[in-house]
């Protein structure tokens, strides 16, 4: 099939793409790797008079750190991310997800930026960057905004974007000592979507009690989810056999997965708790590596 006719533009520049924005208000859609725009184009699941192809604006793929964070632009690649030497050493969970992704050639195309603002709640990264307390930044012609990754998306295919913004940048605040954290996806086979994934990343203080636990899911619930009760149960405890079990069924009752292709609400109920003990039991062992 073939989509409906449009007009492509293709900017250079961020204040060109926020001015194409402008103009054409909701007939326009942005497009960065177009590895999930182009499916739904071609399928007639969506149509757009105007395709704002920001790939080429300049400046937005880049990996960069300081003293308080990690910076990802948003049209920084997932294999640019998979295959960074600073985000495998020093932030592990972020290299395990974007390593799982689809397949090579989807990761070549697809940015940062299009997984999580796609909304769809079998996307890795925004439960990482949940996990990670990130801040996204968003930019349109009246300027910026911050957005925390667990408010982002709101609703499956939906987030908090205002006609004419543009998710611009990902902010990661560089962990404390004593931090580790790991992505665990379960999945049927090599390059597929999960059966249900979580990303856990904790911060000890020295004695190894908790300071503080990220919690984010895929696809257990209609969007990314942040498991805030089990963050808040770990904070200030020792991780033992039974904090890490009681702590995963927290995690399994904040979601709310449903029944489809990948297996029945019971059974990816199952799975969490599983990955939920291996995730919670990882992040610690990391984050006492000294
Ligand atoms: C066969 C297949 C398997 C896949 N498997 C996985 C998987 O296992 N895990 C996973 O996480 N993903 C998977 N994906 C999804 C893929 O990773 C995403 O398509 C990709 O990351 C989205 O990025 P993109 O740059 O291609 O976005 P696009 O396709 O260009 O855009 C997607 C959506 O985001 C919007 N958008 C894009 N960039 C921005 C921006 N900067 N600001 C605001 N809105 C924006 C677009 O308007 C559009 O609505 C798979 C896709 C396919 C086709």
């Excluded at 300049?58 to 295959?83: H, M, P, V, W, Y």
């Amino acid at each position: 099939m073939h989509p409906s006719s449009f007009e492509y533009f293709a900017p250079t520049k961020m204040e060109e793409a926020l001015e194409l924005l402008s103009k054409y208000g909701e007939d326009a859609k942005i497009m960065s790797g177009g590895q999930s725009l182009i499916p739904l184009l071609k399928l007639r699941i969506a149509s757009f008079p105007y395709v704002i192809d920001i790939s080429g604006v300049q400046g937005l793929n880049r990996i960069t750190e300081n003293k308080e964070f990690l910076e990802i632009g948003a049209l920084t690649t997932i294999s640019s991310i998979a295959d960074s030497e600073l985000i495998k050493k020093r932030y592990q969970i972020l290299h395990e997800a974007a390593g799982q992704i689809a397949d090579p050639l989807i990761r070549n195309r697809g940015t940062i930026g299009g997984n999580i603002s796609h909304g769809d709640p079998s996307n890795d990264i925004p439960a990482v960057a949940i996990a990670l307390k990130a801040n996204l930044e968003v930019i349109g012609k009246e300027g910026k905004r911050i957005v925390e990754a667990h408010s982002f998306v709101t609703d499956s295919f939906t987030n908090v974007l205002k006609v004419g913004e543009i998710l611009n940048k990902i902010r990661i605040p560089v962990a404390p000592d004593n931090s580790g954290g790991c992505y665990i996806k379960q999945k049927k086979s090599a390059g597929d979507f999960s059966v249900a994934a979580i990303a856990v990343q904790l911060s000890l203080h020295d004695n190894d009690s908790v300071k503080s636990a990220g919690i984010g899911l895929t696809s257990v619930a209609p969007k990314p989810t942040r498991a805030m009760k089990a963050e808040r149960f770990l904070e200030g405890k020792k991780i033992n056999d039974s904090v890490v079990r009681e702590a995963a069924k927290i995690v399994v009752s904040e979601s709310d997965p449903s029944t489809d292709f990948y297996g029945s609400s019971e059974f990816k109920r199952k799975v969490l708790g599983k990955i939920a003990e291996e995730a919670i039991n990882l992040s610690f062992e990391r984050a006492t590596v000294r």
